[in-house]
Structure formats: structure tokens, C-alpha cells
């Protein structure tokens, strides 16, 4: 069973719906605006809607691609009344996020060998990168494994002390080391002692660091290199977690990320607090690598596996 099925469908669609209602309504009251007196989706009714999805931070990229699409639409179909709208655009989003996993697909194994799975994260400071690690292992925990967390975020002492107390609190072993200790040094003896101990996951914090990706390709290449050493193939993922709420900035983030280090998966989160939830819906289409997490409130029910049906949904079940 997986973790995330701790939870109802009930209970996780409520919990989206509600951590995703700023950015459903910021963009509904912008296409109201956008078709007001219109009976039919028009050439101006098309233009208006470039300029909210564009201002709903979906990208330009994706913006562009969908409103090709609906102009084709309109063309084939000759009249496309207003009314229609909604259910065409909420086909055509849901269309264009193919870099989308399912839960199956996420299952991945463990080493044959019995080591533990390495997951290590990475992200700039302030994105919710230690409180995405925390949430994920507590739901780890909940289903009955035994994690471990690596603080090798060591140029932060702040960054050192909330790994910690998320231990604490969620009764995990944090490994760690002082401020300004080897990164890869903190994260060899993290993946050592998770192995020794049998547990099942090892989750590393990286340091959140973009103004020398030079510097940041090294430490992470030089980290990988020695959790490879204790268990081979490892790390098994790399997360990047991106900040949601920074609409556009999330994207150059991502790709910034990419050019330092491979990425395979990306956790968005505090979707809650911000109207800029499209930017989901644009990184899920352009960027090669897909959203596993979303992240949509407080509670540990608010870290959610991405559905991308489920979360178009979640912002295109409004009538115009």
C-alpha cells in the first residue's frame, strides 16, 4: 500500500480544492472578465484569454500552445459558444501534461540488496525544502518504514537545527555534523548508518545554493559520488523543490537546478498561499522533468502525489 493511500480520495480532494482555491479563483474572475458580453469564443475572447493564462503564470510556452489549440478547435467546429469553454480548456490543459507519472509508475523498488533507498533534495533556501522532507517522512514512517534524514545543508546552522527538530517530532534519526562540515562527508555517514541500521529510506537535505552553479554541480556531483560508494546506484532520486508561489521564478529555478545537476522529480510547493497555482500546469508541460509533490498546506495530508486530472480539475470545476 502506498503511503499516500493512508488517506481518502475524499479527504485529499477536499484538502486540494481548498489548497488550491486562491489560484481557482484569481483565474476564474479573470476569464469572466476576459468573455464578458461575449455569446462565443472569438477572436478577441481568444486574445484576452493569452493574457490570463499568461497572468496566471502558466507560461508562455504552454499559453501559446493552448490557445493554438482552441483556435484549431474554433476553426473545426465553427462556433464555440462561451459556455462551452470551461470543459474545452480543462480538456486541452489536461492534454498537454504528458510528463506526468502515476502512482504505480512512482513505486519504485527497493535495491535488490536490501540497502536503503537514497533520496536526496535540493532546492534554494526558503521553498519548503526541509518541511517537504519532514512531510515525506512522516508519511514514510506511517506506513512502516524506517527513515533516516541526512542535514547536509551545512552552511546553514538554521537549516542544521529544523532537520532536527523534525526528527524529533516525527521520531526519525537525524545524522549530522557542525555548520560548515562536508556536505558529501555528512551525507556518507547519513547513507552508512541508515544501511547499518536496516532502514528502509534515507532522505538527504542538500544546501539551497544558486549563485555559483559551478560550485553547487560539484558539491552535488561530489555527493552523489560517495552515497554511490555505500549503496550502489544511489542516489535513487533527486528531488527539486520549487516554491510555487514564485510563479515565474519556479521555472528559471527548475532550469538553473537542471543545469547543475540531473534531476528527477520536482515537489511545488505552498500552493495554498498564492493565486500563481497555473505555474504547476506550465512546468508539467515544458520541463523534462516531472512533478511528483505538490505542496498544499500545513498538515501532512497537504503533501500530495501530482494528479494531473485531479488538479485541473480542482481549478476548472467553475462555471464561467
Not at 118 to 125: A, D, E, F, T
Not at 195 to 217: E, F
Amino acid at each position: 500500500m502506498s503511503f499516500f493511500n493512508l488517506f481518502s480520495k475524499k479527504e485529499k480532494k477536499e484538502a486540494l480544492d481548498a489548497g488550491l482555491e486562491k489560484t481557482k479563483t484569481g483565474f476564474w474572475n479573470k476569464v469572466a472578465r476576459a468573455v464578458a458580453g461575449k455569446s462565443k469564443v472569438d477572436e478577441e475572447v481568444l486574445d484576452n484569454l493569452e493574457d490570463v493564462l499568461i497572468t496566471s503564470d502558466v507560461g508562455v510556452g504552454t499559453t501559446l500552445e493552448i490557445i493554438k489549440r482552441l483556435e484549431e478547435r474554433v476553426a473545426r467546429d465553427k462556433y464555440v459558444s462561451i459556455a462551452e469553454l470551461r470543459s474545452i480548456l480543462k480538456d486541452e490543459v489536461i492534454s498537454l501534461m504528458t510528463n506526468v507519472k502515476t502512482e504505480a509508475e512512482w513505486q519504485e523498488a527497493q535495491p535488490a540488496d536490501g540497502s536503503p533507498r537514497v533520496i536526496m533534495v535540493v532546492g534554494v533556501n526558503g521553498v519548503g525544502k526541509t518541511t517537504t522532507i519532514g512531510k515525506l517522512a512522516h508519511l514514510m514512517k506511517a506506513q512502516g518504514q524506517k527513515v533516516v534524514l541526512g542535514a547536509a545543508d551545512t552552511f546553514r546552522a538554521a537549516a542544521i537545527e529544523q532537520l532536527d527538530i523534525w526528527g524529533e517530532r516525527i521520531g526519525c534519526p537525524v545524522i549530522k555534523q557542525k555548520m560548515g562540515a562536508d556536505p558529501a562527508g555528512v551525507a556518507f555517514d547519513a547513507v552508512q548508518s541508515a544501511k547499518a541500521s536496516g532502514a528502509d529510506v534515507v532522505i538527504i537535505d542538500t544546501a539551497g545554493r544558486l549563485h555559483n552553479k559551478v560550485g553547487l554541480m560539484n558539491e552535488l556531483a561530489k555527493m552523489k559520488r560517495v552515497v554511490g560508494k555505500v549503496v550502489e546506484g544511489a542516489p535513487h532520486e533527486v528531488l527539486l523543490v520549487l516554491d510555487g508561489s514564485t510563479g515565474q521564478n519556479a521555472f528559471e529555478q527548475a532550469r538553473q537546478f537542471a543545469e547543475a545537476t540531473e534531476i528527477t522529480a520536482l515537489a511545488v510547493t505552498k500552493l495554498d498561499g498564492t493565486a500563481k497555482g497555473g505555474v504547476v500546469i506550465g512546468i508539467s508541460h515544458e520541463l523534462k522533468v516531472p512533478v511528483k509533490y505538490i505542496g498544499i498546506g500545513e498538515k501532512v495530508t497537504d503533501l500530495q502525489l501530482f494528479d494531473s486530472t485531479a488538479f485541473v480539475s480542482a481549478i476548472f470545476d467553475e462555471k464561467i
